[in-house]
């Protein structure tokens, strides 16, 4: 055994290499694909009912207010980047726990974010579209509330891009 002081603290910082921290890593991919999809899809299908209404009364407004769609979109875009530079990080032989934990976190993170991001997207997707069919003047109010809303979901982007940075060596 060790019993030098000096010689225990480094192997009690050291993270052991594990089999199952990979599990950890590839959850975040998960995580980081399901969320964010729902989130997009969820606000694809609540404010493209919002289109579908408008269209019945002005169809020359539906190309212009497609962008809610478009905004909810990019959200799936937003889990499929931290899905694929997890995975690109992901190793069976050098993946510590540290690593597993991080990308878990990370994913959630972006996923989570683009879940309510998508939720937000959908609903003012939703009313705002039906309201600028009645008054075009909104527009410019819609957009904005939009921009704050996908911010929800970049936000996350940018905190799961510094977690999938984290790493940790192992041993053993």
Do not use: W
């Not at 594990?18 to 950890?24: G, I, L, Q, V, Y």
């Not at 299908?45 to 209404?53: E, F, L, P, T």
């Not at 993170?109 to 003012?124: D, M, P, R, T």
């Amino acid at each position: 055994g060790i019993t030098d002081p000096q010689k225990m603290v480094p192997v009690l910082l050291a993270f052991a290499c594990s089999k199952t921290a990979s599990f950890f890593g590839f959850g975040g991919v998960a995580a980081a694909m399901i969320f964010a999809n729902i989130g997009a899809a969820y606000g694809t299908a609540k404010s493209g009912v919002g289109i579908a209404s408008l269209g019945t009364l002005k169809p020359e407004l539906v190309m212009k207010n497609i962008i809610p769609v478009v905004m909810a979109g990019v959200l799936g875009i937003y889990g499929l980047i931290v899905a694929v530079i997890i995975t690109q990080s992901v190793s069976k032989d050098s993946y510590s726990a540290y690593d597993g934990y991080a990308h878990l976190t990370a994913g959630l993170c972006c996923g989570l974010s683009g879940l309510a991001a998508g939720i937000a997207i959908g609903i003012v997707g939703d009313a705002g579209v039906r309201a600028v069919g009645q008054n075009e003047n909104l527009f410019v109010g819609l957009i904005l509330i939009l921009i704050f809303a996908e911010a929800l979901g970049l936000y996350g982007l940018i905190v799961a891009l510094i977690l999938s940075q984290a790493s940790e060596s192992c041993t053993g």
